[in-house]
């Protein structure tokens, strides 16, 4: 069955440094999507992606965050500059039309100290 | 502004032991809702989409169904292995969670 990979499971970074997050979205989709968890907290929407631009963004997502599609099959997220609240679980996602359901990947840790 | 609200916070049922979970929505514009089931240090799973008023859909043990303001996840006999988080998720111009319920069966 396919599904969403991401790469590295767990991230440790050190405060100031930058990140980024890859993810294999699902082959024939055509929207993908961040999302990112806080410990204990609810899944939060970052952005949406279609047709190598972003479509949608929340207020999270500002001038330290991008999101590129370097090749036909990866989706990065880049954190630029970390800090300490940027600690969570980050999920990437796919869908195959703009209201379908989303799939999402099994997330990257990303631990900033 | 747009609102997800998920009932209760967290949920002990014996196994067999059916019930529901809610989830009420304001929203401008539905687009779609989905269910999903989160284990501990994973991703959201889909479990299902409903796009209009009385629909419904099933699967194994689950069920779920919506309203024009809300939308129940029924969990018939449920097993310990669907002890989880579960999920609601509406999208507006995004996809906006729930806090989720926490479910937990006991053998």
């Known amino acids: 069955e396919p599904e969403v990979t991401q790469t590295p499971s767990h991230q440790v970074t050190q405060m100031g440094q930058e990140v980024i997050l890859r993810c294999v979205p699902i082959s024939n989709h055509l929207y993908f999507y961040w999302y990112r968890q806080i410990l204990g907290q609810k899944v939060e929407f970052l952005v949406s992606f279609y047709n190598n631009e972003i479509s949608e963004k929340s207020e999270i997502f500002d001038d330290q965050f991008s999101v590129e599609r370097p090749d036909g099959s990866n989706f990065t997220l880049k954190i630029r500059s970390t800090k300490l609240e940027d600690s969570a679980m980050y999920f990437c996602?796919?869908?195959?039309?703009?209201?379908?359901?989303?799939?999402f990947g099994q997330g990257t840790r990303l631990t900033v100290v | 502004e747009d609102q997800v609200t998920q009932s209760p916070e967290a949920l002990r049922l014996q196994e067999g032991e059916s019930s529901s979970l809610n989830c009420s929505y304001t929203?401008?514009?539905?687009?779609?809702l989905f269910w999903y089931r989160q284990d501990p240090g994973k991703g959201p799973e889909f479990l299902f989409t409903?796009?209009?008023a009385g629909e419904e859909k099933e699967k194994e043990r689950l069920k779920a169904t919506l309203t024009k303001k809300e939308s129940f996840l029924h969990i018939t006999a449920p097993k310990p292995e669907d002890s989880a988080t579960y999920l609601c998720?509406?999208?507006?111009?995004?996809?906006?969670f729930g806090k989720g319920t926490r479910l937990h069966i006991l053998p």
């Open positions: 409903l796009y209009s």
């Open positions: 998720a509406v999208r507006v111009d995004k996809i906006i």
């Open positions: 996602a796919s869908s195959e039309e703009v209201n379908t359901e989303a799939f």
């Open positions: 929203v401008s514009g539905l687009r779609g």
